[in-house]
């Protein structure tokens, strides 16, 4: 039985994560505090509670099910939040996360895939942001996940834990059969507020920041489709599976949308008018961040066809207005 230990797997990408994995032939098996996540959004293999701060939780569950690999998704995520709660990110994201790295050699479970991000890159004017880019995070979230992309480094050295560490840009939209999608309580992401905005669930966007350098005066994204992000992920474990050694990815498409742009295409793809406010930055933001490396295309094979803004948005749209888990 090729069981793959999934962190998160009841979070945003996570779950969508699962659907790929078993479409794939494995069996997805979902570790989750529930926190963030939502018991319904695990529909593709079986479900273990259990916190990431608590390591025999999770030795538990490697002795239980034996996984050939682990997809650590779960972590806080929210760039605002980490610059209000630095502590609260340190310890659930990189103590967590030892946790995890620590249990998995223990377990001898050697192939290891993590979801960190352009965030590590922090704000770099004018620079290609490849992998081999200097990383300079501007937020606690992008420090912790930098700090445990250095402790798969030290383990593997120490250890021989192969990994792939993928890094995203913005991730957007949802699967098309709307099994799955984001939902967060409270969303503080992008395109969801935005239909938040567009059907009435709230009174109108707030765009942090118009005073920004960029054309338009607001910040810069490389937006992500979940399913194409979700592939990448299973290339990744086939990679490992492979014998390959580890590697670093970027995972976007190298094209920017000012958060101005996104608003238009939104219009464009439901119809109707987005009501928005302009508001002051949010603290920790970069001005841009956008992918400069294709990598992933010519080593794994990746490819992100369905990562347009108007493919995102209307699978974000159809999961926002006919799927939701329990409120
Ligand atoms: N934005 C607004 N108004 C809002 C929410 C967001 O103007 O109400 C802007 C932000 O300032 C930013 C852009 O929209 O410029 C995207 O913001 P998101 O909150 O959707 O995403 P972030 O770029 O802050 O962060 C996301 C994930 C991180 C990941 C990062 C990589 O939350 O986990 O993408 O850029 F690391």
Redesign the pocket.
Known sequence: MKHVLVTGGAGYIGSHACKALKQSGYIPVTFDNLNTGWKEAVKFGPFEHGDLLNKSDIDRVFQKYNPIAVMHFAAL????ESMQKPGLYWENNVMGSLNLIQSAVDHGCMNFVFSS???TYGDQDNVVLDENSAQHPINA??AS?RAVENILSNYQAAFGLNHVIFR????AGADPDAEVGEFHQPE????P?ILDAVDGKRDA?????TDYDTPDG?????YVHVCDLVDAHVLGLKWLLDGKASRVFNLGTGDGFS?RE?VDHAKHVTNRPVPMVE?D??P???TK?VSGSNRALTELGWSADRSNLKQMITDAWRWHQNGAYNE
């Open positions: 995520s929210q760039v605002g991000t352009c965030a979230y992008g996940k995203y840009f913005n991730v503080t992401h992008l395109i507020l966007l707030t765009i942090f920041g607001t910040c810069i994204r490389d958060v996104v508001g930055r949010r920790g933001d970069c961040l």
